[in-house]
């Protein structure tokens, strides 16, 4: 039961944080969805 869990983990994080998506420009999605809050949360730059 221990190693089917860890393998489980292992996978989902392999799926969260490894895995490269090519619709969103070849990043894992954890990495899609820190870019995307960082550009909610950065101040609008005047031209």
């Given at each position: 039961?221990?190693?089917?869990?860890?393998?489980?983990?292992?996978w989902?994080?392999?799926?969260?944080?490894?895995?490269?998506l090519e619709?969103?420009g070849?990043m894992?999605?954890?990495?899609?969805?820190?870019?995307?809050?960082?550009q909610?949360?950065?101040?609008?730059?005047?031209?």
């Open positions: 039961m221990e190693a089917v869990e860890f393998a489980t983990l292992e989902v994080d392999w799926y969260n944080n490894r895995r490269l619709p969103i070849n894992p999605p954890a990495e899609a969805e820190a870019r995307y809050y960082a909610i949360e950065a101040p609008a730059l005047a031209a």
